[in-house]
Every structure is written in C-alpha cells, then in structure tokens.
DNA sequence: CTAGGGTTAG
C-alpha cells in the first residue's frame, strides 16, 4: 500500500511537500530498495529541494542492491547542486570503483564541484579521464572544462579546451567569457563578446558584472541601456556593481526602479549596506521584505556580525529559529553567529551552538573552522584553535590572520611571529588585519624595535597604516617609556588620531608618571570622549603620582558627581 | 538529465 502511494506521488513532478512526504514513508517504512527509481524522481524533479539532507541522500545509495551509474551522477548532480562540493567529488571517486565508465553527466557536475571549491587536482584527473573515457567530443563535458579552468584563473588552458571545441554553442562562449572577466582580462574579454556568433542575456550579464567588478560602472550603464532585454539579474548586475564602489544611493535608485526582485537583489542590498556600515538602512530593507528566507537572514545577520552588532545578530538568529519563522541555519548562518559570539568573547554558547550544528547534521568546513579559529582564540583558547588550524583543509589569509591575532593578543609572540613567517613562504600576503595581530603580539612582550621595524614595512606590503596601528605603536612605544617618540608619531600621522591613540599615550605617560604629556593627551582624550571617565581617572593618577593632590582631587571630584565611580578599561582595539 | 551570469559566511 505504502509502495502504490509511492508510486502515484512518484508519477507526477514533486512539490516540496510530497518530497518531504516521500522522505518520511521511505525512512519509516525503510523502503530503501525503490532505489534507483525513488532516487531519480526525487533528485530530478526537485533539483532545489534542500530540505533533503545530504545523510539522507546518502542513507539512499547506501542502501541500494546495484546503484547504476545514472544513480550516482544524480546524486553527484544533487551535491554539486546544494554547495555540498566536497562531498560531489568523494562520490565521483567512489564511483569508480564499482561502475566501469563514468557519464559526461557525472563529469560535468562533478568538475563544476572542482570549480567551485577551487580543487585543482581534483579537476585535473577527471580532464585526464575525460580523455581517457572518450568525451572529450561532448559539449557539456567541454564547456564545464572550459569554466573550471576559467574558475581556476587558468584562462590559457581554458582557451585551449575551448579553441578544440567544434559545436560551442552560447553557454561555450559565456564560459570563455567569464573567464577572461574574472581574470580582469577587460580587453580579451570585448574581443570574445565582439566575436560571439549569438548573445544571449547571461553574455551582457556578464559584461556589466565584469564592468561593474573593475569598478567601471560608466561602461556597465552603457552596457545595460544597450542591452536588448534586461532579465533580474542584469538589474541585480548594476546594483552589485554600484554597492562594490560604495555608491549605495545609486544602487537604491536601481533596486527601487526594478520592475520585479529576487531574493538576490534584497540581499545584495541589504549586503550594501552592511558594507557602508549603515545596519539601519539594512535592517529597513529586510524588515520589508515579505517572505524572508534562509540567505535573507543569513546576510542581516552577518551585517549585525561584521558592524559590531552581535548582540543584534544573536537576537535575530534566535528569531529564525522560532516556531512561526521556523527556518533551519546553515553554514553560514553558524558562521556569522560563531563570529558574533566570539565579538562579545563569550562561550557560553558555543557548545549549545555545536551539539546543534552536530543535530542538524553540519559538518565542518575551512569557513566555520575559521570562524571557530577566531572564537577559540580571542577567548584565550589557543590551544583549540591551533587544534583547528592544523586540521584546515586549506589555511588562507584569513585563517592565518585569526591565529595571528589570537596568539597577539594571548601575549604567544613567538608563536605569532612563526605564523607570520610562515604565511609568507606559502605565499599569502598580510593585510591590515595581520599587522595588527603581528603588532599586537610584539606589543605584548615588549619587542619594541622589532614592532617598529615591521611597522615600517607595512608599506613594502603597499599597505598603509589605520589610526589603530598606530594606536598599537603610540602603546609599544609608551609603555617602553619613549613617551617623546610616541608623541611624534602622533603628529606625523596622516590621519586624525582617535580617541583610543591619545588614550594609549596617555596611559603610558601614567605608567612613567609624565605630566607634561599626559596633559596633552588627556585633553585630546576629553574632547574627543567627554563620556569616557577612564581618561579622567588616568590622569589623576598621573597628578597624584607627582604630589599634586589637589589637580587629582578635583578630576576626581568631578567624576563623582558625574556619577561615575568605575574605571572602565580602554581599548583601542578594532575588531577583525 | 548535465554546462554559463546576479547573493550570503571566517
């Protein structure tokens, strides 16, 4: 009975409702030998369903007698499909130690795996075995080599497959394309879009983006007024392009004149707006609209993670989960909620926040092991995030940057400094963030002339320096006691010195009892933070450290009747 | 049945 009922819902093309009805008679009736057929029907005719866990897909093929090889590439197809690329690409190898010969269908889905994940080796040996197997005459199998090279970067072996190809059609030319636009190839790029026997919308589409990512939004308006026909995502194109150059009024004057959006315009809105640090306009834009999805809270939530909000982002995570809303977090999601927890550097919630992940069946991956990296270690868990780094499928500079950081301010200089030279050899560029943590760390132990020196090399890097690393340097420098050195760099700064950098000046000068220039510094201090008591109360204590009681009693005096009685510690600290 | 463009995370 339960089979029939399967087979009239298996008859027609699944609403996600069926689907998940589908899922639960196999799972409770343990039908797992419909098989090949089940299998098929649901991965196909529901290629976007995601509430089909990967375990689920996999419990399936687990449980098949004779899995043929059209079983395995729709799966292949159905994790390559739900960002699950890791996993494509295991299955493609299991493949081929049970069936003979692999489809161009598995191969096309398997190598867009490769692409997406940046897997080289990976998509190499399956080109190798498309010569091997003999497809290297089929379109898809050569267009979906065309875009994993172009991915790659490689655009002279992309160019090559595609010179080879004899039936390139248009989704041939706007691999090639594509590859020549991200590459920053503007020049072959016109010449390929000049060239092409036909375009169709995607091609423009691609021109704009590819303008709008040099930040040429000139030829990206003309583009988009030349088009022939707009579809959303050439809308989408522009406001992207806009919000990447930071001119968001003019990527509102796009949103709003588009005659319909998707999913991807609220969010690249609400993206642009994180992006200036206005979370109000964000928060606006995703209040109206209606039917919020996954990626929509996912992108608010990272806008209140990445502007300090995370008490905000921890609010509107909770919110999701609630029964009305109801909507089950991904990977990202965990990302940017791990990163707000480790803002307010607070554990609490990170072994809730793991047995959840654990229950939904997250696994891990290089993003949210960072994130957990940067957790760990701003929490003073450097063990546990070393743990991580050292499991890192690939260490990137941001991965680098959080161990930095964490051992910079853990006060494990050396370990600090290995990282730091060892990023390098690898070859990965610091950037601002990794020279405050690498500062950071000699600030700790007191390494004044090797924080200086590399300091000063920042520039080598073509880096320049934010009124924090100079905060960090005015700190090493004072606290070394070369309090007049410290004050000169303060004048030489190019930009207008914070509240944070004359507050280090002024501890320093507590620290070494300088009156003369903790009175400049204090001043500063006061006008730019009249709120902040702790620049009062340093600079009593700089009064009463030289017998002048009465200067000291009167800040102090004041600070009482302001109502102020702690003393709040300082930071100039940004986060990453 | 498969391949190309626009979005989110550390």
Same mark, same amino acid.
């Given at each position: 009975?339960?089979?029939?009922?399967?087979?009239?819902?298996?008859?027609?093309?699944?609403?996600?409702?069926?689907?998940?009805?589908?899922?639960?008679?196999?799972?409770?009736?343990?039908? =797992?030998?419909?098989?090949?057929?089940?299998?098929?029907?649901?991965?196909?005719?529901?290629?976007?369903?995601?509430?089909?866990?990967? #375990?689920?897909?996999?419990?399936?093929?687990?449980?098949? #007698?004779?899995?043929?090889?059209?079983?395995?590439?729709?799966?292949?197809?159905?994790?390559?499909?739900?960002?699950?690329?890791?996993?494509?690409?295991?299955?493609?190898?299991?493949?081929?130690?049970?069936?003979?010969?692999?489809?161009?269908?598995?191969?096309?889905?398997?190598?867009?795996?490769?692409?997406?994940?940046?897997?080289?080796?990976?998509?190499?040996?399956?080109?190798?075995?498309?010569?091997?197997?003999?497809?290297?005459?089929?379109?898809?199998?050569?267009?979906?080599?065309?875009?994993?090279?172009?991915?790659?970067?490689?655009?002279?072996?992309?160019?090559?497959?595609?010179?080879?190809?004899?039936? @390139?059609?248009?989704?041939?030319?706007?691999?090639?394309?594509?590859?020549?636009?991200?590459?920053?190839?503007?020049?072959?790029?016109?010449?390929?879009?000049?060239?092409?026997?036909?375009?169709?919308?995607?091609?423009?589409?691609?021109?704009?983006?590819?303008?709008?990512?040099?930040?040429?939004?000139?030829?990206?308006?003309?583009?988009?007024?030349?088009?022939?026909?707009?579809?959303?995502?050439?809308?989408?194109?522009?406001?992207?392009?806009?919000?990447?150059?930071? @001119?968001?009024?003019?990527?509102? /004057?796009?949103?709003?004149?588009?005659?319909?959006?998707?999913?991807?315009?609220?969010?690249?809105?609400?993206?642009?707006?994180?992006?200036?640090?206005?979370?109000? %306009?964000?928060?606006?834009?995703?209040?109206?609209?209606?039917? &919020?999805?996954?990626?929509?809270?996912?992108?608010?939530?990272?806008?209140?993670?990445?502007?300090?909000? /995370?008490?905000?982002?921890?609010?509107?995570?909770?919110?999701?989960?609630?029964?009305?809303?109801?909507?089950?977090?991904? &990977?990202?999601?965990?990302?940017?909620?791990?990163?707000?927890?480790?803002?307010?550097?607070?554990?609490?919630?990170?072994?809730?926040?793991?047995?959840?992940?654990?229950?939904?069946?997250?696994?891990?991956?290089?993003?949210?092991?960072?994130?957990?990296?940067?957790?760990?270690?701003?929490?003073?868990?450097?063990?546990?995030?070393?743990?991580?780094?050292?499991?890192?499928?690939? @260490?990137?500079?941001?991965? =680098?940057?959080?161990?930095?950081?964490?051992?910079?301010?853990?006060?494990?200089?050396?370990?600090?400094?290995?990282?730091?030279?060892?990023?390098?050899?690898?070859?990965? =560029?610091?950037?601002?963030?990794?020279?405050?943590?690498?500062?950071?760390?000699?600030?700790?132990?007191?390494?004044?002339?090797?924080?200086?020196?590399?300091?000063?090399?920042?520039?080598?890097?073509?880096?320049?320096?934010?009124?924090?690393?100079?905060?960090?340097?005015?700190?090493?420098?004072?606290?070394?006691?070369?309090?007049?050195?410290?004050?000169?760099?303060? &004048? %030489?700064?190019?930009? #207008?010195?914070?509240?944070?950098?004359?507050?280090?000046?002024?501890?320093?000068?507590?620290?070494?009892?300088?009156?003369?220039?903790?009175?400049?510094?204090?001043?500063?201090?006061?006008?730019?933070?009249?709120?902040?008591?702790?620049?009062?109360?340093?600079?009593?204590?700089? =009064?009463?450290?030289?017998?002048?009681?009465?200067?000291?009693?009167?800040?102090?005096?004041?600070?009482?009747?302001?109502?102020?009685?702690?003393?709040?510690?300082?930071?100039?600290?940004?986060?990453?």
């Amino acid at each position: 009975m339960v089979v029939s009922k399967l087979g009239s819902l298996l008859n027609h093309s699944l609403t996600v409702n069926q689907a998940k009805q589908i899922q639960a008679l196999i799972l409770v009736n343990g039908l =797992y030998h419909l098989e090949p057929l089940i299998i098929r029907q649901v991965l196909i005719s529901t290629p976007h369903f995601s509430q089909i866990t990967t #375990q689920y897909v996999r419990l399936i093929l687990h449980h098949m #007698q004779n899995p043929d090889v059209f079983s395995w590439s729709c799966t292949i197809r159905f994790l390559s499909q739900h960002n699950q690329f890791r996993e494509a690409f295991s299955l493609y190898v299991q493949m081929q130690r049970l069936v003979s010969c692999p489809s161009s269908f598995a191969i096309s889905s398997s190598l867009k795996a490769c692409a997406r994940i940046g897997y080289e080796m990976g998509g190499i040996s399956i080109h190798a075995q498309v010569h091997k197997f003999g497809f290297c005459g089929v379109v898809y199998v050569q267009t979906a080599l065309v875009d994993f090279y172009s991915k790659l970067g490689s655009t002279g072996i992309a160019r090559k497959v595609f010179d080879e190809m004899v039936g @390139k059609n248009v989704v041939s030319w706007n691999s090639m394309l594509s590859g020549y636009l991200r590459s920053g190839d503007l020049a072959m790029a016109h010449s390929v879009f000049d060239e092409m026997p036909k375009k169709d919308v995607v091609s423009w589409n691609s021109m704009i983006s590819g303008y709008g990512r040099e930040g040429n939004m000139e030829q990206a308006c003309a583009l988009f007024r030349l088009m022939p026909e707009r579809n959303i995502a050439s809308w989408n194109a522009m406001i992207s392009g806009y919000v990447d150059c930071r @001119k968001i009024e003019l990527a509102r /004057s796009f949103f709003d004149a588009m005659p319909r959006r998707n999913t991807v315009s609220w969010i690249t809105m609400i993206s642009g707006y994180s992006k200036c640090g206005d979370v109000e %306009s964000a928060r606006e834009v995703f209040d109206q609209m209606g039917e &919020k999805d996954l990626l929509l809270y996912n992108a608010m939530i990272a806008c209140y993670a990445q502007n300090s909000r /995370s008490k905000e982002a921890l609010q509107l995570f909770n919110k999701m989960l609630e029964p009305d809303v109801n909507i089950q977090p991904d &990977k990202m999601t965990f990302a940017s909620v791990i990163s707000a927890c480790s803002q307010l550097g607070d554990l609490r919630f990170v072994s809730w926040i793991d047995s959840y992940m654990n229950q939904l069946g997250i696994g891990m991956d290089d993003h949210l092991a960072t994130a957990l990296i940067d957790l760990y270690a701003k929490c003073g868990s450097i063990d546990k995030a070393y743990n991580l780094f050292r499991g890192l499928q690939k @260490k990137d500079l941001v991965a =680098y940057t959080a161990m930095i950081l964490g051992c910079g301010i853990n006060g494990r200089a050396n370990d600090a400094i290995k990282l730091f030279e060892e990023m390098m050899d690898v070859q990965i =560029y610091p950037n601002l963030v990794t020279f405050t943590g690498i500062l950071t760390a000699y600030n700790h132990v007191g390494l004044v002339e090797e924080g200086y020196n590399c300091f000063i090399s920042m520039q080598k890097h073509g880096l320049v320096p934010s009124a924090d690393h100079y905060g960090i340097m005015v700190d090493l420098l004072g606290r070394a006691g070369r309090l007049d050195e410290a004050y000169q760099l303060i &004048k %030489s700064m190019p930009m #207008q010195p914070h509240a944070g950098v004359w507050g280090a000046l002024l501890l320093a000068c507590s620290l070494h009892n300088n009156v003369e220039l903790g009175e400049i510094a204090a001043k500063h201090c006061f006008e730019l933070e009249p709120d902040t008591t702790g620049y009062r109360s340093l600079l009593a204590s700089i =009064y009463a450290s030289v017998g002048r009681w009465d200067d000291a009693k009167s800040l102090r005096t004041d600070l009482q009747e302001k109502g102020f009685t702690k003393i709040p510690g300082c930071s100039w600290m940004e986060q990453s």
